[in-house]
């Protein structure tokens, strides 16, 4: 377009005297129109992009040792977990690295004292509870669940084992998150007719499938277990010497030698544990649970429970590959969904994950313990995992 405007420049006949004048006229008009092209390209859109934000102060004083990873980066990465349109509500973030402290971030309101409710990363807790019996004597994870109502005979609930019900692979009839939300077992066995004994209304559900047959995420099996675990502490019926012994067991094996400190358990009227998801801590004892995983189950050396029970809980479940013995794994789902971040982290990488995006996240090869807590709508659960992943991302193996 350029020649050919110049090109088509007519001028009037000139005398000779005038030749100098004229070439410095079309000089002047030709190095106008070569600018043209730069001027309408700042129009039309195509400068450079602009440069990725500056990291806000908080996240920058939130890194309190250096990094493996560039700092301004990871401050960025921060940032993005603490963006309330996207994630919902951040209100704890806590990352170790070696076992030190790498970074630390609390929301408004919230601090090093506060205690969070794990949800169902309870769960895990649950599973180191069996573990510990199982490694007492107590029970064998391959036998039949000592589950009273079970042992009728021919109650094909006879059948279900201990391996099964910490792997979610009963067999028993449950709806976890069904809508509408009441009609859900989880919400009947917690909040409506099952509250005052949860264990009574999750074991009073028939099966649906072949004991060990298929995998189906249920809280009523993590209040069965902590069922089975006070029945092996007492054969007391009563809800105080249930609740006393089972809080004791749990002070005295796991949170004292942990050093998990401020871990309040709760119970239901009969004197359950609510296994399933109501077990407050703070952020330092939740990432201190990721760090006792991350080492077999070990405290400064001193095996706190077999390392074979913790790799048993790491071991992928025989029909889900992303969930172990009530642990979460760094695997696809069978229908190819994740709960965490297969294709940019370690396979060892594990996790405890809670509802509305708790998460305590565990990667040996790493030496990596990463702890989240807040408010996260199921809607925005997927982005927040992205997220998270990018975090892990950036820490290299060892």
């Known amino acids: 377009m350029l020649v050919v405007f110049i090109a088509t420049v007519a001028f009037p006949p000139a005398p000779a005297h005038g030749l100098r004048a004229m070439a410095k006229r079309c000089l002047f008009l030709i190095l106008t129109l070569l600018a043209v092209p730069s001027l309408a390209g700042c129009e039309s859109g195509t400068a450079a992009p602009e440069p990725p934000p500056a990291p806000s102060q908080a996240s920058l004083k939130a890194i309190v040792s250096p990094p493996p990873t ?3 980066e990871l401050a960025r990465t921060i940032d993005r977990l603490f963006d309330e349109e996207a994630v919902g509500e951040t209100r704890a973030l806590l990352v170790l ?6 970074i630390e971030r609390y929301g408004e309101g919230y601090g090093r004292k506060t205690r969070f409710i794990g949800w169902s990363m309870t769960k895990c807790v649950t599973g180191i509870m069996i573990g510990l019996l199982v490694s007492d004597g107590q ?3 391959d036998e039949s669940a000592p589950v009273a109502l079970w042992m009728r005979p021919g109650d094909p609930r006879g059948e279900i084992t201990l ?4 792997q979610m692979r009963s067999g028993l009839r449950h709806s976890e998150n069904i809508e509408p939300i009441h009609d859900a077992d989880t919400t009947r066995m917690m909040f409506l007719d099952g509250r005052d004994n949860m264990a009574r209304f999750a074991e009073a559900q028939p099966l649906e499938a072949e004991p060990g047959s298929e995998y189906k ?7 069965i277990l902590s069922d089975i675990a006070a029945q092996v502490l007492t054969r007391s019926t ?3 010497r249930r609740r006393q012994l089972v809080a004791s067991f749990l002070r005295t094996r796991l949170f004292d030698p942990a050093g998990m400190d401020s871990m309040v358990p709760e119970f239901d009227a009969s004197g359950t544990f609510i296994g399933a998801s109501m077990l407050h801590g703070n952020t330092h004892d939740w990432a201190r649970l990721g760090e006792f995983l991350r080492h077999g189950g070990s405290v400064r050396r001193a095996q706190i429970i077999p390392r074979r029970w913790i790799e048993f809980m790491q071991a992928p479940s ?9 642990l979460w794994l760094n695997r696809r789902y069978p229908d190819g969904s994740a709960q965490l971040f297969p294709e940019r982290a370690p396979q060892s990488l594990f996790a405890c994950i809670g509802h509305l995006g708790q998460y305590v996240i565990a990667s040996p090869e790493q030496r990596l313990t990463v702890v989240r ?3 996260t709508p199921n809607e925005q659960r997927e982005e927040l995992r992205r997220r998270l992943g990018d975090l892990v991302a950036l820490f290299p193996a060892s």
Do not use: I
């Open 238 to 240: 009563d809800p105080d």
């Open 70 to 72: 560039d700092r301004t």
């Open 163 to 166: 391996r099964q019900l910490l």
């Open 318 to 326: 025989p029909t889900n590959p992303g969930f172990g013995a009530h």
């Open 139 to 141: 029970l064998r994870r």
């Open 97 to 102: 690295r070696g076992g030190e402290p790498l």
């Open 373 to 375: 807590l807040g408010h």
């Open 217 to 223: 995420y249920s809280s009523a099996t993590s209040v």
